[in-house]
């Protein structure tokens, strides 16, 4: 199983960006996913979630209506589309695999089995 994140990088307060995490190694369109997020000096926040097939999605009220997630089955790609971005949304972006479709919340890391290894998205004028 492989996760690489990409797309993240510098951007203005009220700017956007969009990250991708490509995925491997696994049948990916089976999983659900999520992103998750970890700022400097606090802990592991998760972000957004979407079901293996696309057809759910849910959002941390931090970033609702700012933020989409989406997938591609075919490319086996997950992405997050950021908009409206603040200084606040400074962190590193991880993607997570969850395995169990029947899980807890989706705010629950424990039912996450395998992560990326981040990208840095930084806010700042």
């Known amino acids: 199983v492989q996760l690489v994140e990409s797309g993240g990088g510098l951007a203005q307060p009220g700017g956007s960006l969009r990250l991708s995490c490509a995925a491997s190694g696994f049948a990916f369109s089976t999983y659900g996913m999520s992103w998750a997020r970890q700022a400097p000096g606090k802990g592991p926040e998760w972000v957004s979630g979407?079901?293996?097939?696309?057809?759910?999605?849910v959002y941390a009220d931090s970033v609702k209506g700012r933020f989409t997630i989406s997938r591609d089955n075919t490319k086996k790609v997950l992405y997050l589309q950021m908009n409206s971005l603040t200084p606040e949304d400074t962190a590193v972006y991880y993607c997570t695999r969850r395995p169990n479709p029947y899980g807890s919340a989706w705010s629950n890391f424990s039912d996450y089995d395998f992560w990326g290894q981040g990208t840095q998205v930084t806010v700042s004028s």
């Open positions: 979407i079901s293996g097939a696309g057809s759910t999605k």
